[in-house]
């Protein structure tokens, strides 16, 4: 680990006598908190209606844009106050649409200096604070930190022996939580202070210890009433189902997405829903309501993507597994920055309805978890193919470890500009696969699958307006137009926290309301299927099981150097182009592979491997990725492209494979071990 010493925190809190606290008093506590919101009426801003020079030619503006006088509807709804780790108003900028403004004044261009200043007296100068948790009123028992250590099969054969309960589990889940979230203003979860979360989730956990209690505990297998947070794109009908958006807080989904509906017949229990910047659409944890998303590694440290709040969640030990979502990194570039295990599957693997994409095809959702061992029993219990992964663990069982051959790739990784510490570190885990007998492959894909013959024009793939709309209107059941949703909270600060304007702007200044028909058919089937037979044909030649890559090349990422427009302390090598001032310094230093993108378009896996600490005490991960499609290498790409049922059973064998490297790694050298965060340590959990 990270030298405490080496770590600023402080001390806000002295140790007091830690009062009585429980589940059931907290949840009544905050039912009786969260009443409706005063009531806010939306507006429009006349004068920088005036420049929003709508053209006539171009699509029609929801509400006329050339009329600068019009205003929406006196529709009142109600917000949450917005959170006081949240920049202030002077300092919130417009990231679009252009000429929408909340009745506070609105800086319409950023003032770094002041963000930074304000990051540093906020966040910087006090977090993490000195105060342990045992010295608070979410103290937790000797139990309760033992079974938050716990990996998921461990807990699933614990309770399957009836050795603890559901409740058990939860309330120290709970705590964990609430400790984050009020002391050390972790900011990983919504609705935290605005919705009794912890009423849901008790009456989930009681349900399941009374089925467990009369029917036995094999009624509630196979996941065992485990505590899953979930990510705040995913809609339920048991939470407010905003999807990011303040202005949707108030409503909860009118159905369960797919992947819950598997989470309760699995008998998961929800444990909340992690927080997400408006629509996911911003590439970092940040929230309205709750603030930045922080790294338990380190304040300063950058979360990266919109799933950032579950890996925030898993590293800093509320569960050992989250559940995330891909449209271009925020499985990958979370788990990345927070050391996790990460698996971004196949398209299709788990089932994607009631979670709102930006994109045609790019959305997946996926999972991070301590272990791989977590990742696989979380598979196993969620889709129930516990047969297809005792076949796919038979088959890597079957190899030595001369048959598994890693490729690498100079599309997706750049393996000279690695910082020394962690070239060291790469280079370091090679030498222990390849003595240990693992055949790397010394050819390298060099052909981008990314090709612009492929890609159809007018280019773009976003159906982030129309999945909005669908989300308002079938999965709320809400009578709001796209318009009014976005005339509160689509304000950003900083390079990494500006909403992405091209989903919704047609360029003119207007909406942009949906993508052409052939295009969209384009996404579904030909582009991912001509991306995945030029990319297989690397695999193919070679017989390469699986690419391997660094996650990223700098020291550091953070946020100090992100308000600034630096990156790495001001290493040249990672300096923000000019032409993308928007790129944060998390993507910059992460590789291609990770970030994604243009290659989540076709159907693979990828996996994040976390291999413990260089020796300038920066945690490392190395990053792979599966062929497309199955294994089945003579079927063309056009006749799996649509197939929805292949994907969740397809790469199974890699999850193995990840395994079996990771065993030898970690065999030969303890050191490759994931290490656990920062933060763990200061506040006296580990």
Not at 306 to 315: I, K, L, Q, R
Not at 367 to 375: A, E, F, K, N
Not at 472 to 484: A, R, S, Y
Not at 489 to 518: A, E, H, L, M, Q
Request: net charge neutral.
């Amino acid at each position: 680990m990270i030298a405490i010493s080496s770590i600023a925190f402080h001390s806000v809190v002295a140790k007091d006598e830690v009062e009585q606290w429980s589940v059931d008093q907290y949840s009544r506590n905050l039912r009786t908190a969260t009443k409706k919101y005063p009531p806010y009426n939306f507006m429009l801003d006349p004068i920088a209606m005036a420049k929003y020079n709508c053209s006539i030619t171009c699509a029609p503006c929801p509400i006329g844009c050339t009329n600068t006088t019009i205003k929406c509807t006196n529709k009142p709804t109600y917000i949450p106050p917005k959170s006081p780790m949240y920049l202030p108003d002077n300092l919130l900028h417009r990231t679009f649409p252009t000429g929408i403004a909340p009745p506070f004044p609105i800086a319409l261009d950023r003032n770094a200096t002041a963000e930074a200043e304000w990051f540093k007296k906020t966040y910087l100068d006090k977090y993490p604070v000195s105060t342990k948790q045992e010295d608070t009123k979410y103290a937790l028992t000797a139990t309760e930190k033992m079974l938050l250590k716990m990996s998921l099969p461990e807990w699933q054969e614990a309770r399957a022996a009836n050795k603890y309960t559901c409740m058990d589990m939860v309330t120290a889940s709970i705590k964990r939580a609430l400790y984050l979230d009020d002391v050390q203003k972790m900011g990983q979860f919504m609705y935290m202070n605005t919705f009794d979360w912890v009423g849901v989730v008790i009456k989930e956990a009681r349900k399941y210890d009374r089925i467990a209690k009369k029917r036995g505990t094999k009624a509630i297998a196979p996941m065992y009433c485990y505590p899953v947070p979930i990510k705040g794109t995913i809609t339920t009908k048991d939470f407010p189902a905003s999807n990011g958006w303040p202005a949707l807080y108030p409503f909860h989904g009118k159905i369960d997405a797919d992947v819950v509906k598997l989470m309760k017949a699995s008998h998961a229990v929800q444990f909340g829903l992690t927080t997400i910047p408006p629509i996911a659409a911003g590439i970092s944890g940040w929230m309205w309501e709750s603030g930045l998303c922080l790294n338990p590694w380190g304040t300063d440290y950058q979360t990266h993507g919109s799933s950032a709040g579950s890996a925030s969640a898993v590293a800093s030990m509320v569960a050992t597994v989250g559940i995330t979502e891909d449209t271009g990194s925020s499985t990958n570039g979370p788990a990345t920055r927070q050391h996790l295990f990460g698996y971004d599957p196949p398209k299709f693997h788990y089932p994607n309805g009631g979670n709102p994409s930006l994109t045609v095809r790019n959305d997946q959702i996926g999972v991070v978890g301590r272990s791989i061992d977590d990742i696989i029993a979380y598979d196993k219990a969620l889709l129930g193919n516990d047969a297809a992964h005792a076949k796919a663990a038979a088959y890597v069982a079957g190899l030595s470890n001369k048959d598994i051959r890693i490729g690498c790739s100079n599309v997706h990784y750049n393996y000279t500009i690695m910082t020394a510490s962690k070239n060291k570190k790469y280079y370091e885990a090679m030498a222990i696969l390849k003595a240990a007998g693992i055949t790397f492959v010394e050819e390298c894909m060099n052909v981008n699958p990314y090709n612009t013959s492929i890609i159809p024009r007018p280019y773009s793939n976003s159906i982030t307006h129309d999945e909005l709309e669908y989300h308002i209107k079938n999965n709320l059941g809400v009578n709001m137009t796209t318009f009014e949703v976005m005339l509160n909270g689509y304000y950003g600060f900083s390079r990494s926290t500006s909403v992405i304007r091209g989903p919704f702007s047609d360029g003119k200044g207007c909406f942009s309301y949906g993508v052409n028909k052939t295009v969209i058919d384009d996404y579904l089937g030909r582009v991912p299927a001509d991306m995945s037979n030029l990319y297989n044909k690397y695999f193919d030649t070679h017989g390469v099981d699986l690419m391997m890559g660094p996650t990223d090349y700098c020291e550091k990422a953070t946020w100090s150097d992100d308000f600034l427009g630096t990156c790495d302390g001001g290493n040249p090598i990672f300096k923000p182009p000019a032409s993308s001032p928007t790129i944060m310094c998390s993507g910059i230093c992460n590789s291609v592979g990770v970030n994604g993108g243009a290659d989540k378009m076709f159907t693979k896996a990828k996996y994040v491997v976390p291999i413990g600490l260089t020796d300038t005490g920066a945690w490392f991960n190395l990053h792979f990725m599966s062929r497309a499609g199955p294994k089945n290498y003579s079927v063309p790409a056009s006749q799996w492209v649509y197939d929805e049922e292949g994907p969740k059973t397809w790469n199974l064998e890699d999850m193995y494979i990840i395994k079996r490297l990771y065993s030898i790694l970690t065999a030969a050298d303890p050191k490759m071990k994931r290490a656990e965060a920062t933060l763990n340590y200061i506040d006296g959990f580990l």
